[in-house]
Nanobody, 115 residues
Framework: QVQLVESGGGLVQPGGSLRLSCAASGSIFSFNAMGWYRQAPGKGRESVAV???????NYADSVKGRFTISREYAKNTVYLQMNSLKPEDTAVYYC?????????WGQGTQVTVSS
């Protein structure tokens, strides 16, 4: 069973930065794609950034130019660098991995952007 563990969330002021990490229990080579999703209070879960096995990245319009997804195969880890954070980025951020028809989720990490 694949396990994904997120870390790096916290409280940050508007304009600040955070880097989220998602560590997989196995090799991330096996995944077709990995991504970050978020869910704000009272809202549905939305895609933030995705990276495919071929290295193609896709971002939500709301985070383009501010967030960057990357991966480190040696550590089986995917990152989300978040810069110029805004209060509307406040949410629980979830890591997702897809392998064929199967999808896996982490437990989530809270990001709060507030002064």
């Amino acid at each position: 069973q694949v396990q994904l563990v997120e870390s790096g969330g916290g409280l940050v002021q508007p304009g600040g930065s955070l880097r989220l990490s998602c560590a997989a229990s196995g090799s991330i080579f096996s995944f077709n794609a990995m991504g970050w999703y978020r869910q704000a209070p009272g809202k549905g879960r939305e895609s933030v950034a995705v990276i495919t096995s071929g290295g193609t990245t896709n971002y939500a319009d709301s985070v383009k130019g501010r967030f960057t997804i990357s991966r480190e195969y040696a550590k089986n880890t995917v990152y989300l660098q978040m810069n110029s954070l805004k209060p509307e980025d406040t949410a629980v951020y979830y890591c997702n991995a897809r392998s064929g028809p199967s999808g896996y989720w982490g437990q989530g990490t809270q990001v709060t952007v507030s002064s």
